[in-house]
């Protein structure tokens, strides 16, 4: 059975590709699918993203496909970035300017007040315009500066305390246990493997 994952983020394929690996899918990458471009993200929140882009992958691929909206909302900037945090400081910033420009914003800001959530939508759509939405948060703070090599986006700076290092510090499978993508992905896993969502997913995904 295949199904598509909408994003051309290579990290975030990557943890899909992780979370997915004991369900029988075929997953193709949007690039895989011939998809390079995607609709701009104006939704209101991290659902309406991901049902933007979920819908619009699985009609140009004829497939099912599975994306996610996520972002870092942080206490002391009253929940910012949000659904902005991919553009957060200005369009065509590298992931390190944009982590530089949360940190210039939070300087001074004591540890007790550094906390942050990191929260996901998954959303899972079919050609014939079927929609179902996962959900996924995980709560941490953001550090003074950068530690780890790994993860992407604002993972170096996000210390997660279940795990007591940053996203990028972490294994793959140790981020994908607590993230919030995974936790999202993890539900979705969850739903396609009860009798409902077996049902379902024979039905909707085509198989290979």
């Known amino acids: 059975m295949k199904l598509v994952i909408a994003t051309s983020n290579v990290g975030k394929v990557r943890e ?10 075929v997953l193709l990458s949007a690039a895989d699918a011939g998809i390079e471009a995607f609709p701009e993200e104006t939704g209101a929140s991290y659902e309406e993203n991901a049902l933007l882009k979920a819908g619009f992958v ?6 099912p496909a599975l994306a996610d909206d996520s972002g870092l909302e942080v206490d002391a900037l009253s929940g910012q970035p949000g659904v902005y945090s991919a ?3 200005g369009a065509g910033l590298s992931d390190g300017e944009r982590t530089a420009y949360l940190l ?10 550094r906390g942050a959530s ?15 939405t996962f959900r996924g948060e995980c709560r941490g703070e953001v550090l003074t500066g950068p530690r780890g090599e790994g993860g992407f986006g604002y993972d170096p700076v996000f210390y997660s305390t279940e795990l007591r290092k940053t996203f990028a510090e972490a294994t793959l499978e140790e981020k994908r246990k607590v993230s919030h993508r995974g936790r ?10 009860t009798p409902a969502g077996k049902r379902t997913m024979q039905n909707l995904v085509p198989r290979s």
Not at 58 to 63: E, H, I, T
Not at 104 to 113: H, T
Not at 118 to 132: I, N, R
């Open 87 to 89: 553009r957060f400081g």
């Open 184 to 193: 999202a992905l993890e539900a979705f896993v969850n739903w396609a493997l």
């Open 104 to 113: 210039d914003l939070m300087a001074g800001v004591p540890r007790a007040g």
């Open 58 to 63: 699985s009609l140009k691929a004829k497939l």
């Open 16 to 25: 899909f590709r992780e979370a997915l690996a004991g369900l029988n899918l």
């Open 118 to 132: 990191f929260l996901a939508s998954v959303v899972l759509a079919t050609p014939g315009g079927e929609m179902v």
